[in-house]
């Protein structure tokens, strides 16, 4: 089983920066892509970023220039550093990790999700 655990969500305020993190945990031998979506109330789950085990990057056009992705593959971790933070980035912000491989096959995988408030 894998499990992935975000942390780092909260209240930041308009202009300010926070960061996500989101650790992979479980009997697994490697992960394609790694990344983050987010749901705003009342709007379907949408891209916010991703990354693949080799580096590159796709970004939502909303996010390009605010929002970075770094990924550690050495801990399964993904990263998200959201700068520039604007009122409409209120959702909850949820971990992926997709194409992952483990003894019973290659799967996808969410997080449980953590709430980004953007307000002064």
């Known amino acids: 089983q894998v499990h992935l655990v975000e942390s780092g969500g909260g209240l930041g305020q308009p202009g300010g920066s926070l960061r996500l993190s989101c650790a992979a945990s479980?009997?697994?031998?490697?992960?394609?892509?790694m990344g983050w979506y987010r749901q705003a109330p009342g709007e379907q789950r949408e891209l916010v970023g991703i990354?693949?085990?080799?580096?590159?990057?796709n970004y939502a056009d909303s996010v390009k220039g605010r929002f970075t992705i770094s990924r550690d593959n050495a801990k399964n971790t993904v990263y998200l550093q959201m700068n520039s933070l604007k009122p409409e980035d209120t959702a909850v912000y949820y971990c992926?990790?997709?194409?992952?491989?483990?003894?019973?096959?290659?799967?996808?995988?969410w997080g449980q999700g953590t709430q980004v408030t953007v307000s002064s």
């Open positions: 992926n990790a997709a194409g992952v491989v483990t003894v019973t096959g290659r799967g996808t995988y």
């Open positions: 479980g009997s697994m031998s490697s992960i394609a892509v």
């Open positions: 990354m693949n085990s080799g580096g590159r990057t």
